[in-house]
């Protein structure tokens, strides 16, 4: 009987975390009010007292529950044991944007993060969780670059971490372009173009394939 009771508490904490989705992406997060979310969640705002302390708790638990695109970027970087710095570089960027344009939950968490939020009072927290992921994922492209120059003896026409800065607001970019257009191009097709038309223009090589097993990363 406990272990039911606790698996009801688990069910209506996400079923409210689900709610706060919906209404955040909706509304905004300013304007959601904890009972548009109770309504949502066909729940009580007693229910969400329970759960949480307030809608800033609210919404840091559904930012919890996903890994954003950055965080998953710097991970798997971190995982990678592909000997070739450029190859591993382009299966890591190939990754994460077939993981935005597959995982809905991570969308649309990801679009509220960028525009129905502002990052101020108790939200500054969640600002400083994007930049964090943004300078270690800047930090790591930096590293293939420069172990990629090294390796097909090439001189960059820039230092690595500008090349990395370059790359990271491409990514970027077309992330959020492809968010506003509610999906109005092939993310993973035009990003992993774009990527190779990058680092050609560094005067790097591309590896003939693109292989993500070679990289050590989920294909």
Not at 17 to 32: C, L, N, T
Not at 104 to 128: M, N, P
């Amino acid at each position: 009987m406990a272990r039911r009771t606790k698996e009801d508490a688990v069910a209506t904490r996400n079923g409210l975390i689900d709610a706060a989705e919906q209404v955040f992406r909706e509304k905004g997060v300013s304007r959601a009010s904890l009972s548009d979310i109770a309504q949502a969640a066909g729940a009580t705002r007693g229910a969400i007292y329970w759960h949480f302390k307030d809608k800033v708790d609210l919404f840091n638990a559904m930012m919890d529950r996903v890994t954003l695109p950055l965080e998953q970027g710097y991970g798997e970087f971190e995982s990678s044991t592909c000997p070739d710095p450029v190859q591993r570089l382009r299966a890591v960027m190939a990754l994460v944007l077939r993981g935005v344009a597959s995982d809905e939950r991570t969308r649309r968490v990801f679009e509220i993060a960028l525009y129905k939020v502002e990052y101020v009072s108790e939200l500054v927290g969640v600002r400083d969780r994007h930049v964090a992921a943004s300078e270690g994922f800047t930090q790591q492209l930096a590293r293939d670059f420069a172990l990629g120059a090294q390796h097909q003896g090439v001189v960059l026409p820039m230092a690595p971490i500008e090349a990395a800065i370059g790359l990271h607001a491409l990514f970027d970019g077309l992330i959020r372009n492809w968010i506003l257009s509610e999906g109005g191009f092939d993310l993973v097709g035009v990003g992993g173009a774009c990527t190779d038309a990058f680092l050609l223009g560094l005067g790097l090589s591309l590896p003939v394939s693109l292989c993500a097993e070679v990289c050590g990363l989920p294909s």
